[in-house]
């Protein structure tokens, strides 16, 4: 038996209103907007541009805006560490994935700063954003070079 993939989610708009409801993470991203089905039953879209974020949460009691927006130092999880802007001027943190396959066409995913906060990923529509800029690459492979080896010590298993 296959899993639900029904998810609870907060919908903030940038008129301030927060909308409390449940998406299907395979195709909540529609044409038009954010597929939204509200706990009274009803299917509504809502327009990317009305959009600020989706917040894909443990429970709706707790709230869809993070606490901490920013790291407070450099992040450990594996990705492109990003800080994006909205358009009211707004900021903040997140990271993506490091596979850039896994973009979406009408936005970013991103896992917020805070891991143990209420929202575990947050999605941001490409209407709702100013800028987005790249704060560095965490975990890159390129980097993951060993300590050279000294001169003076001999290969055991060198042909």
Do not use: C
């Not at 940038?14 to 939204?36: A, K, P, W």
């Not at 970013?108 to 805070?114: E, L």
Request: positive net charge.
């Amino acid at each position: 038996m296959a899993g639900s993939t029904t998810k609870k989610a907060v919908v903030q708009r940038f008129d301030r209103q927060v909308l409390f409801g449940y998406v299907n993470s395979i195709s909540f991203l529609q044409l038009t907007g954010v597929e939204l089905l509200s706990a009274e039953g009803q299917v509504a879209v809502v327009p990317y541009a009305d959009i600020k974020t989706v917040a894909f949460v443990r429970d709706f009691e707790s709230g869809a805006v993070p606490a901490r927006r920013v790291f407070h130092t450099r992040p450990k999880m594996d990705g492109l560490w990003v800080r994006l802007q909205f358009r009211d001027g707004d900021v903040m943190e997140g990271i993506l994935p490091n596979n850039l396959l896994q973009l979406e066409a009408y936005g970013f995913t991103v896992i917020p700063p805070d891991p143990y906060s209420n929202n575990q990923r947050v999605f941001i529509p490409r209407t709702a954003l100013r800028a987005v800029e790249v704060l560095g690459v965490v975990g890159s492979p390129l980097k993951k070079k060993g300590k050279p080896v000294p001169k003076e010590q001999i290969g055991l298993f060198e042909e």
